[in-house]
Each structure stands twice: as C-alpha cells, then as structure tokens.
C-alpha cells in the first residue's frame, strides 16, 4: 500500500527546482469501492485536525501536493542506480522535501465509518499503522490520527462544591476536580452529586485546546422520586403536572399534595410532608375502573387467544340439500342394468341428513388453513327417489320399480376438504372464522325392502365449492364450544348444494 502511494507522489510531480522546507504528505483513499465522495470530506477533516502551529507545512490531498511540488525536482540519482541507496524510492520522495508520508484510507459500512491509516518517514522507513471505527465521523477519523498527531484537548472538570461524579459522553471518568484527555470533537459533560440537581453541558473541543469545565451545583433542598403504573399515569404536585411514568427531581419542604390519574383507573392521592434534606419515594400502581377491568380481561383473553396456533374440533351436523338432484349410479350391476340411474328425491320433502364431523387446521394471528376436515351423514328416514331403468333391462324386481317409477334407499354421505385458507376475529374470548375452497363428497344408496336391484348399493362423486362461518366462545383455556354455518354448491351437478349447521367442541393449542 506505502509502494503505491509514492509511486503516486512521485508521478503526479512535474521536474522542477530543488528540494524546500520538510513537510508531511497527507493522501486519502476510498477503504471500500463507490465511496469516492468520502475523500473530499476527509480531506478536510484531517485539515481541521491540523494544529494551527504545523499547517504551514503539511500538504492534504492529491490537489494540495501537486500544486506544491510544481516546479520541485527531487534527486533521482538512487532510482536511476548511479548512486547506492537503502530505499531508492523513498530517498527520492525525501530529495523532494516530503518528510512523511501518510495514506488515509477512509469507508462508510453498516458499524458507521472506518479508518485505515498507515505513516512512513521518507529518513528511516520507520511506518506506524492505525485503525478506528466510530459511528460519529469526526470520532472515527481522530481515533486513526491520533497516533500521527498531537491532536487530543485537555479537559478540566470542577464543580463546587467538589466531589461530584464526572460523566463525559455517558461514560463515569472519576469525581470532580478531574483532568482528561480527549480526542476532539462534540464532547457531552455531566456532574451528578447527591441533594443536588444534576447538571449537563454539550461543548465542542478542537485540537490540542485546553478547555476548563466549571459549574456551581445547585443544592436540591429536598428530593421526590415517584414510580407510577400503568405506563401512562400523569403525576401531579400540587395540581401542576410535573411528569409520566416517574419523576426523579428536587421539591421545597413543607405539605404538598401528590396525585397519579389516568383514564379508565381510579385516581390515587397522596399528602406528602416533606422535611428539609428528606427524600420522598412514592411508589403506586393504580387500580382500573370495572369498566377498564373488563376492558384489560377482555384484551388479556384475546391476546392469549391469538397465541392459539393449532385447533382440533368434533361436532355434530345437521345437513340438508338444497336441492332435490342426487344422480347416481350402480356400484355393481348386470349389463342391463348399467345404465340405471337415480334422478331427484322425491320424498320427504325436507331432504335432511343428520352425522358428525372432524376438522384440523393452524392459525397465525388473523390468517389460517384448514388442513384436513371431513364430514359423515346419514338419513334418519327412508328416501324415495325417481329413477330411469333401461328399457332392456327385464324381471320381476325391475318391474316393479318401473311400475313404481322411484326406489325406496337408505343415504349415507362423506364430505372431505383440505387446505382451505382461513380469516379470524377475535374480540375476548370470542373468535369468528370465515373459510371457503373446494369439497369432495360422495354419496352411497342403499335399497330398503325385498326384491333389491343393487346388493352393492348405488353411489355418485361430486365436487362442491363451500364456504363457512364458524363461531367458537372458549370456556377454559383452549377448551372452546363451536358453532358454524356451512353452505356449498355443486361444480359437476351430481349431488344439489348444501346447507349445514355444525355444533361441537374443541381444543386449541
């Protein structure tokens, strides 16, 4: 890296005159690439850094050293090999005046800025490296230089009376009278001494500028220190708002009324006698309005609700056709009878079935999917449905159905669904879930009576679309009682849409 920098200072010069006055080369670099625009501000920075006593002889920047060399002409007889030199390159850079030579590297990263800098005299190749990283610019680029340059400020801390602690930027350095060296730059000053009031200053500190901090504290007669709760709690003395959530301050001795308030909780009041040096801690959480009981129970029950991620629920369903269409087909049948099919129920006119159902899903905090469900009825009556028999089919029990027209059967359904997105409310103990996608459901017939067509029964397949509301009031825990609203409708018009109303029980976890 010290290669290429004097390589750089020794092709940016023009041939000239002879060698003047030692000075010190300062050149910067970006540390990381697309970060050109730093140089400038660095550049500077070191000028700012520069005690006022040796500016005449440094030379910051590319500008700065080309326009001081200009006319210059160094000695080139070791980097031409006519005269014998430890360092050829570097007693050529001295021939020029340059005493030192200083490449800052400087970046800007996510930890806040870096600097690099590395320092080589030109008479005995001695180098000195640095490295500082600091979130504050002037902070990071002093911290590298520092080892280049008288730079840090002396400080003198007194306050009266003494023996307060002495914070500088945050951190404890000692008790008052105090003496420090710091790096310059915006520095933040505090005395803190029991019964009396803290006191702080922000002052900005050159290079190598002696600064003295003094401050005569102010004596605290007596102190009162509140800590209220809930968060929000305003804190009066005498009426006079003086603070939120805690005050930590001086007061005059003598009676003074203290109250806490906040809405919806019931205001505490407090006749404080306050002796002279004493202080008075009041320490209160304030207790709700039953209004605001409730309202924290409810809030209490909701979020612990939301943190349910996973449900289990068994119910009990009541589901009825919306329709009188149920086509099916022979599970097994002879030849002549394959085209047999079931058309419409004809009676009972309510075409209700009665059974129970299963269902799995997960919720994040307002959206979920249903995983698995399934759904199983059965007919509590005896259905009569139309049919249409082949006209080649023959024998006495087809016949009879011809004659009749309709066939007396026994239904049982199945319903299954899976990954069906999920939206839910929650309002205390009380959840709504709205969901909906698609459903297969099959049905299966059974013949009631003697001379039966089908041993095997007949059956059809058919995909629903549905959607379905869901109350659910949780009583203990997870433990929660359902209800729900179910209504479907036919994509292949095998089987009439659906409506069905669902109670049961569940557990949530």
């Known amino acids: 890296m010290f290669v290429s920098c004097l390589l750089t200072v020794s092709l940016a010069l023009a041939a000239g005159a002879t060698p003047a006055e030692p000075a010190t080369v300062w050149l910067v670099q970006p540390l ?145 009278p105090f003496t420090a060296e710091l790096l310059p730059g915006e520095h933040t000053f505090r005395f803190e001494l029991a019964s009396h009031l803290p006191w702080e200053v922000t002052r900005q500190v050159g290079s190598r500028e002696k600064v003295k901090v003094e401050r005569a504290l102010e004596k605290v007669p007596a102190r009162l220190v509140v800590k209220a709760a809930p968060v929000g709690t305003e804190i009066l003395v005498d009426g006079q708002r003086v603070g939120i959530n805690a005050v930590d301050q001086g007061i005059q001795p003598g009676t003074h009324v203290l109250t806490l308030t906040q809405e919806g909780y019931l205001p505490h009041e407090v006749q404080a006698v306050i002796q002279p040096g004493e202080t008075f801690t009041l320490e209160q959480a304030l207790k709700p309005t039953g209004l605001q009981s409730f309202k924290l129970a409810m809030r ?95 024998g006495e029990s087809v016949d009879a159905v011809k004659s009749r027209g309709s066939l007396d059967v026994k239904a049982q359904f199945l319903r299954v669904r899976a990954l069906q997105p999920q939206l839910r409310w929650v309002v205390g103990p009380v959840a709504l879930a709205a969901q909906a996608g698609l459903e297969l459901q099959g049905v299966l017939l059974k013949e009631r009576g003697e001379g039966q067509l089908f041993s095997d029964g007949l059956y059809t397949l058919d995909v629903h679309a549905m959607g379905q509301a869901t109350l659910r009031v949780f009583l203990y825990e997870g433990l929660y009682a359902s209800a729900a609203y179910q209504h479907s409708f036919s994509l292949t018009k095998n089987i009439s849409g659906t409506s069905n109303f669902r109670g049961g029980f569940g557990y949530a976890f």
């Not at 550049?43 to 520069?50: F, Y």
């Not at 390159?89 to 400087?106: D, F, K, M, P």
């Not at 002093?142 to 930027?169: C, H, M, R, Y």
């Open 32 to 176: 990381y690439p697309g970060q050109d625009a730093l140089v400038q501000r660095t550049e500077s920075g070191i000028a700012a850094l520069l005690p006022p006593e040796t500016r005449d002889a440094q030379r910051v920047g590319r500008d700065a050293l080309t326009a001081w060399l200009k006319g210059r002409r160094g000695d080139l007889r070791c980097v031409s090999g006519t005269a014998s030199c430890r360092e050829p390159l570097e007693s050529y850079v001295a021939s020029l005046g340059i005493e030192r030579v200083v490449l800052v590297q400087g970046g800007q990263d996510d930890a806040g800025y870096r600097f690099r800098a590395v320092s080589v005299r030109t008479d005995t190749g001695a180098r000195t490296q640095a490295e500082a990283a600091n979130p504050v610019f002037e902070k990071a680029l002093a911290g590298a230089l520092v080892k280049f340059l008288s730079i840090n400020a002396t400080v003198e801390a007194v306050s009266q009376p003494s023996g307060a602690t002495v914070f500088i930027d945050g951190v404890k350095m000692g008790t008052s």
């Open 300 to 394: 209490a029950r909701q979020e612990a609700t939301y943190d349910l991620k996973s449900y289990l629920e068994v119910s009990i369903e009541s589901n009825r056709l919306t329709g009188s269409s149920v086509e099916t087909r022979p599970v097994n049948s002879p030849d002549p009878l394959q085209a047999f099919r079931t058309q419409d129920v004809r009676a009972p006119g309510r075409q209700r079935v009665q059974g129970f159902g299963l269902e799995y899903g997960r919720y994040g905090k307002f959206f979920g999917v249903m995983l698995v469900g399934g759904s199983y009825y059965t007919t509590g009556d005896t259905w009569t449905l139309g049919v249409t028999v082949p006209d080649e089919a023959a």
